[in-house]
């Protein structure tokens, strides 16, 4: 668990993006594909698909900011629909949905917003749904030191949805639970109940 008040988190890939590169790969993945770049409105597209993946890939900075629990605050914390955006790392297409998570705070409690940016932390990089939920868990536990910690992710895939089986409109849920939220039968239900998925 950390002490300090505040860790900067950055996720650092070993080397940055080499966007001249990437363009030039688009360009001969999309003339592979029979995509002519030819007309005005396509001679741009490869630039703009390497500046694309690019932001895709690269989550900000931010402090995890924490806060002694003076008040000894011992109920649930819970942020629900944080917009959630990857990319699936099997066809590096975009899967989109929610993530709720919360927390039974211990001795420090978490800045709010914080949440959000350790879903987007872990989110902006290739990944498969089920890592994500556990990443983000686990990291909090570790950071935080909470009592119990709780993550379900609710997503689209278009890897599914289209292509593939083309099942238009189906999602996919995953949830981690860890400590007192994945001991205690009533503090699960209350988690799952104030996220809206039926346990």
Not at 67 to 73: L, V
Request: aromatic residues 6%; charged residues 20%.
């Amino acid at each position: 668990m950390q002490s300090s008040s505040a860790l900067r988190v950055v996720h650092q890939p070993q080397t940055g993006p080499d966007l001249p590169a990437a363009e030039a790969a688009a360009a001969e993945l999309l003339t592979a594909l029979g995509i002519s770049l030819e007309s005005e409105s396509l001679r741009g597209t490869p630039r703009r698909m390497a500046q694309a993946y690019a932001e895709l890939l690269a989550p900000r900075a931010f402090d995890l900011t924490t806060f002694p629990n003076d008040e000894q605050y011992d109920e649930l914390v819970l942020a629900r629909s944080i917009p959630l955006r990857s990319l699936c790392e099997h066809h590096l297409l975009p899967f989109v949905g929610v993530a709720h998570v919360g927390y039974l705070p211990g001795e420090r409690i978490l800045g709010l917003s914080k949440l959000a940016r350790v879903v987007e932390h872990f989110a902006c990089r290739p990944q498969v749904q089920e890592r994500l939920t556990k990443q983000i868990a686990d990291w909090l536990a570790e950071q935080l030191g909470p009592k119990g910690v709780g993550v379900v992710i609710e997503a689209e895939h278009t890897c599914m949805t289209l292509r593939g089986v083309r099942a238009t409109g189906s999602s996919t849920v995953t949830s981690t639970l860890l400590g007192t939220l994945r001991t205690d039968a009533r503090s699960r239900q209350e988690f799952f109940a104030l996220t809206g998925i039926n346990a």
